[in-house]
């Protein structure tokens, strides 16, 4: 037994009446309490990046309890239910499984706020698993280059990006040959023929922009993905294939004329289909394009010619047989 004389509980009382008023009025959380907290701690959790410790706090200060209390409370629920924990970052990373269902529902337009109460995760959870997702497909990309020293400059993109000016003349195939085509070909193939000054300044262009993208692809595996790295390889990506196609379209009727002539010298114009000749010449043109360097003497379109002729010299088979749609869908770029 302890006892304690008068004085010294007076005194006790005196010093300490805040404590003895909170202990006083201390009731314990009922279970309507314990779910509405519960309910109110997720929604934090899952709309914010805030800590546990913040979220405590902060529901410590609107409810009047403890902190403590507050975390021994939701402890305990997160123990008993891991399947819908408030804190379930606490309990271990994202599987590999969960990360790839998340980059996958992201990818066909879920929320993250969905996303976060579907995983029972924070914001910055959810963000991270997806960024990283991004990261990865980036990563397993293959970029080849044609490189020039000129990529290296620190005024690269002023001199390489700035608009192209011809010193040759364009030059069109005859209306007799682009009459001979399907409707729906004769806009796209009946264009303009560019010089090659300007094509070698579109090619270099091209590489330039990958030569980018590649550069920002070593940066991105090198550390923790941002949101506007990201965003700033896919915007060079796009531009990329946008400058491809500024080429295609600088030489595409040159494949047009090879394959007329290619018909004309085998005497092909009946026993071999025009569309499937002119996506056999397409192929053939993107992978010119692709590893063709802008230093060398040859011009691109005595290039492609040579390489079409190889190409064309052989029969279509059945299985690289397309219809019209195809092509058009090929051209689109």
């Known amino acids: 037994m302890v006892l304690i004389t008068r004085s010294a509980l007076d005194a006790f009382e005196c010093n300490q009446s805040g404590r003895i008023s909170t202990a006083a009025a201390f ?11 519960i309910d109110r701690a997720r929604r934090l959790a899952q709309a914010t990046d805030a800590l546990p410790q913040a979220i405590l706090s902060h529901l410590s200060k609107r409810t009047g309890r403890s902190i403590e209390a507050l975390r021994q409370a939701i402890l305990r629920h997160d123990e008993q239910h891991p399947d819908s924990a408030v804190f379930s970052d606490q309990a ?11 980059e996958e529902a992201y990818r066909q337009g879920a929320t993250v706020s969905a996303l976060c109460k579907q995983f029972s995760k924070t914001r910055s ?11 990865r497909k980036i990563a397993a990309m293959k970029i080849a280059v044609v490189h020039s020293p000129t990529f290296e400059r620190e005024d690269a993109d002023e001199v390489l990006m700035h608009a192209i000016t011809r010193q040759g003349q364009t030059r069109r195939l005859d209306s007799e040959v682009i009459a001979t085509l399907p409707t729906q070909l004769k806009p ?3 264009r303009p023929i560019e010089p090659d000054d300007a094509v070698r300044s579109l090619i270099v262009r091209y590489n330039f922009l990958k030569y980018r993208a590649m550069k920002l692809q070593a940066a991105l595996a090198e550390g923790s993905p941002k949101a506007n790295d990201l965003d700033q390889f896919d915007e060079l990506l796009r531009r990329t294939t946008q400058a491809r ?24 114009d009946h026993s071999t289909p025009l569309v499937p000749m002119l996506s056999a010449a397409h192929r053939v043109l993107i992978e010119e394009i692709d590893c063709y ?3 060398v003497a040859h011009t691109f ?8 002729l190889q190409v064309l010299a052989r029969t ?12 058009i869908e090929q051209l689109a770029y």
Not at 92 to 102: A, D, V, Y
């Open 301 to 308: 379109e005595s290039v492609l010619t040579n390489r079409l």
């Open 27 to 37: 009731t314990r959380l009922s279970d309507t309490e314990k779910q509405r907290l």
């Open 316 to 327: 279509v088979t059945d299985d690289e047989a397309i219809d019209e749609a195809e092509l």
């Open 245 to 268: 196609g500024e080429v295609i379209a600088a030489v595409l009727p040159v494949a047009l004329s090879v394959v007329r002539r290619q018909r004309t010298a085998t005497e092909q």
């Open 92 to 102: 271990g990373p994202l599987t590999e499984q969960q990360r790839h269902q998340i």
């Open 188 to 190: 796209i193939y009946d």
């Open 125 to 135: 959870t959810i963000y991270r698993a997806i960024h990283e997702g991004r990261a």
């Open 293 to 295: 360097d802008a230093a």
